[in-house]
């Protein structure tokens, strides 16, 4: 299967880096060069946090094409973007994922092109997605024990994530992240046993606090929130933390743990509000733009991109346009449930 890439939009690329960059800049001044795209909302687990048990998933007229998705990718680097996440969803249940991997890896300035993945397709992909100019991957992986990760994930198998991390590994990516979600007595015994895996392997790894996207049951997300400096404290007992100066370019703060290779992160939407350095953008699979991941500030690419194909001009002057409307920062509540009745499935987490 081929995608044919928008026409000359490599070109508009190369020319563009040639003849000086334009940057994406909002109303506050912050830069945008990062863009997490959605490329869909299914996915082969049903973790707790992120999605209700019985979904809905969208039809395929809703969702972007993989050749949409391309040109959208495209429009972004031509304005600056450097570095572009693929998510979902669980990206690699997409059809064609490797395709289009490949012809994003081709686009011309990415200096960072990465994707966050639960891992359980990884040993079927980890080759092609390193292949095609991939440098880092994130894992997610919330526990180290298999009726744990069945009862988070409700239908999932550890064996295959465990199998995942080991495919990544082997394929030598810069750096494979862990991401894992603590929920108070669900995981929590499991801080440290997580970050010892990880220097084990040679992985870093963030903890994210849980954010209030969509409903998912019926249980109060504000009872099993655990902050980042709970998480923190508990590992600064058993290993030295030093701040590390690691940017990403992601939400994360980082800490080294001394003596080995591993960095921490913390990643904390509620405690540190990480607004401020918003440097990022989302696309849906249904492409909308959302300018913040909290607020419902939003345009609809989709509608752009079919009413004038192949016109990748109007693209750019959207996206130029977007950043007249993105918002200061979210404001996430946890004592108010949901407070986005999008799922972070759909959202691109
Ligand atoms: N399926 C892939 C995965 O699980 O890595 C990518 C999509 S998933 C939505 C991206 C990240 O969002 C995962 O690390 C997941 O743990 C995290 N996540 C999902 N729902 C969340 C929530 N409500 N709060 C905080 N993180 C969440
Ligand atoms: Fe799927 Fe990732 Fe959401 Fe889990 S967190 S249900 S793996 S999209």
Excluded at 275 to 281: A, G, H
Excluded at 314 to 330: F, N, T
Aim: hydrophobic share 35%; with cysteine; proline share 4%.
């Amino acid at each position: 299967m081929t995608i044919p890439t928008q026409p000359n939009a490599k070109e508009l690329v190369k020319s563009q880096l040639e003849t000086g960059q334009e940057q994406l800049v909002d109303r506050f001044g912050r830069v945008v060069d990062y863009v997490r795209l959605s490329v869909t909302d299914r996915c082969d687990l049903r973790c707790v946090y992120c999605m209700a048990e019985k979904m809905t998933f969208l039809p395929k007229s809703q969702i972007l094409s993989l050749e949409e998705i391309t040109q959208i990718a495209a429009a972004f680097v031509s304005l600056g973007v450097k570095k572009i996440r693929l998510t979902g969803g669980e990206p690699l249940v997409r059809y064609g994922i490797d395709e289009l991997v490949s012809q994003i890896g081709q686009l011309e300035g990415i200096q960072d092109f990465t994707m966050t993945t639960n891992g359980t397709q990884l040993p079927k992909y980890a080759q092609a997605l390193r292949g095609a100019g991939m440098n880092r991957i994130n894992i997610s992986l919330d526990t180290l024990r298999a009726d744990r990760f069945k009862a988070l994930s409700r239908i999932g198998e550890i064996e295959k994530v465990f199998a995942g991390i080991k495919a990544a590994q082997k394929v030598g990516f810069d750096k494979i992240k862990l991401n894992a979600v603590i929920l108070k007595g669900h995981n929590d015994d499991e801080i440290l046993p997580l970050v010892q895996y990880a220097i084990d392997g040679g992985m870093d790894i963030s903890f994210i606090e849980e954010m209030p996207l969509g409903e998912v049951d019926s249980r109060s997300r504000f009872d099993q929130y655990c902050s980042s400096d709970e998480v923190r404290e508990i590992i600064s007992k058993r290993y030295s933390l030093e701040p590390s100066h690691l940017n990403t370019g992601g939400p994360s703060k980082y800490w080294s743990i001394v003596n080995t290779n591993t960095k921490v992160g913390f990643i904390s939407p509620h405690s540190h509000n990480f607004c401020d350095t918003c440097n990022r953008v989302r696309v849906t699979v249904e492409g909308r733009l959302l300018l913040c991941l909290g607020q419902e500030h939003s345009m609809d690419l989709r509608a752009i991109i079919r009413e004038h194909p192949n016109d990748i001009e109007i693209l750019k002057q959207a996206l130029r346009d977007s950043m007249a409307i993105k918002p200061k920062g979210h404001d996430f509540n946890l004592s108010e449930q949901p407070v986005l009745f999008r799922h972070m499935s759909v959202t691109g987490g």
